[in-house]
């Protein structure tokens, strides 16, 4: 193979390891304002008397769940 053809190849490994890299940056920052939101819901709830923490709780454990998985993923 030419230079050029080497150069296009290892080009096109480094982006689309880029690419997996930046994808999971931004899933790490979408499921930290996605757990912030929860966390404010869950507190309007309870400040509205619509249950206690422990009524509530299930969903913070599953936020803690989902972003496990996600990083075991990587």
């Known amino acids: ?3 050029q053809n080497c150069a296009r190849e ?4 480094y982006l689309h390891y880029f690419e997996r890299w930046d994808n999971h940056q931004r899933s790490l920052k979408l499921e930290e304002q996605t757990r912030a939101k929860l966390l404010e819901k869950i507190e309007q709830n309870i400040n509205a008397q ?5 009524d509530w709780q299930y969903l913070e454990k599953s936020a803690d769940s989902l972003a496990k998985v996600n990083f075991v993923q990587v």
Do not use: D, H, P, S
Request: aromatic letters at 8%.
């Open 1 to 3: 193979e030419t230079k």
């Open 50 to 54: 619509n249950g206690t923490y422990i």
């Open 10 to 13: 290892a080009l096109k490994k």
